[in-house]
């Protein structure tokens, strides 16, 4: 039971952070645009007060700023309890000892299976082209009355 929970406790962690950093790469572009926007420009993408910088990194506090950090703030607490609902981390935890049981193929099977899809696909669309030049033929025909 203590290997199913640590499981558990791993695959929330990943499937946490991996979202986490997707979250953070949503704000960041969310505040590039909010400053950048030639309509928010003016009251979003100026300081606030003078000499207004976060020290250690150097980001001005802007409006722009504030807004996106109080989205990735929110998001993150609703990650967060997302993260640790019993029902998401036994879908995780079976999830990932399904894909424990999964048999791979080697490259040369996937060579070959690739290798089949895509000379069914270059056979279907030959077949398709060809019915639909033939169809459109035809409907040409019918429609001008015999005058193609």
């Known amino acids: 039971m203590a290997y199913k929970q640590e499981q558990g406790r791993m695959a929330?962690?990943?499937?946490?952070?991996?979202?986490?950093?997707l979250i953070?790469?949503?704000?960041?572009?969310?505040?590039?645009e909010l400053a950048?926007?030639?309509?928010f420009k003016d009251s979003l993408g100026?300081?606030?007060?003078?000499g207004a910088r976060i020290p250690v990194v150097g980001v001005e506090i802007t409006g722009a700023f504030l807004?996106?950090?109080?989205?990735?703030?929110?998001?993150?607490?609703?990650?967060?309890r997302w993260a640790e609902s019993p029902k998401i981390a036994?879908?995780?935890i079976d999830t990932e000892s399904e894909l424990r049981k999964v048999t791979w193929p080697s490259l040369d099977e996937a060579m070959q299976s690739s290798m089949v899809v895509i000379v069914t696909v270059l056979v279907l669309m030959g077949?398709?082209?060809?019915?639909?030049?033939?169809?459109?033929y035809y409907a040409r025909l019918i429609l001008t009355g015999g005058t193609a």
């Open 127 to 136: 077949i398709l082209a060809g019915a639909d030049a033939l169809l459109g």
């Open 36 to 39: 950048g926007r030639a309509t």
């Open 90 to 92: 036994d879908a995780l």
């Open 24 to 32: 953070f790469y949503g704000c960041v572009t969310l505040r590039a």
């Open 67 to 80: 807004i996106a950090f109080v989205v990735f703030v929110g998001a993150m607490i609703l990650l967060y």
């Open 12 to 21: 929330r962690m990943a499937a946490f952070w991996t979202l986490a950093v």
């Open 46 to 50: 100026v300081m606030l007060w003078e």
